[in-house]
């Protein structure tokens, strides 16, 4: 009997421990993963959440403002895709999808910043030039817009020859 409590606090205290690491946090990330795979994104949305109450990581961040972007909400996405910015900003998927976002609701200039920064990081992604390309055509400058639509065809982006036959490059 005088080895139940030592044993029962030896579980209470590794319960404890695990509830506030990264490793309970990796559960609910997973989960989120597979919600996003099955597109249920209001589900993904909660289970990035719980991983973030359990760790604060760009994953999480990153993650939760690709699901708030499929629910169209963009400003909390943006929120979301700033802090993986703060945390690392070597990442040019997410100056990327920031600039998706910011480009949904139609801040152009602060979506343009954002591609001109995943540019810098990963000059070859076709798709960053397409997008800003997109956006400059948005803005009227036909210019700018057929020069990185004609970047991101030459760099194999998806859709891009047919935007530059569409858009007339």
């Known amino acids: 009997m005088r080895s139940n409590p030592p044993i029962l606090l030896a579980g209470l205290c590794i319960q404890l421990l695990i509830g506030c690491s990264p490793i309970a946090g990796a559960g609910y990330q997973s989960q989120g993963d597979a919600a996003m795979d099955a597109q249920d994104y209001k589900k993904a949305v909660a289970y990035y959440s719980l991983a973030l109450e359990q760790y604060k990581n760009e994953t999480s961040y990153y993650h939760r403002g690709n699901a708030l972007a499929q629910l169209k909400e963009y400003k909390a996405s943006i929120a979301d895709y700033s802090e993986a910015i703060r945390l690392n900003p070597e990442d ?59 970047e991101a065809k030459k760099l194999n982006a998806d859709d891009a020859s047919k935007i530059v036959k569409e858009v007339g490059c």
């Open 92 to 150: 040019a998927s997410y100056w990327k999808n920031r600039g998706s976002s910011k480009m949904a609701i139609k801040d152009y200039p602060g979506a343009i910043e954002d591609y001109n920064q995943a540019i810098k990081l990963r000059p070859a992604d076709g798709s960053v030039y397409k997008w800003r390309g997109i956006v400059y055509g948005m803005q009227g400058d036909r210019g700018r817009a057929c020069s990185d639509l004609k």
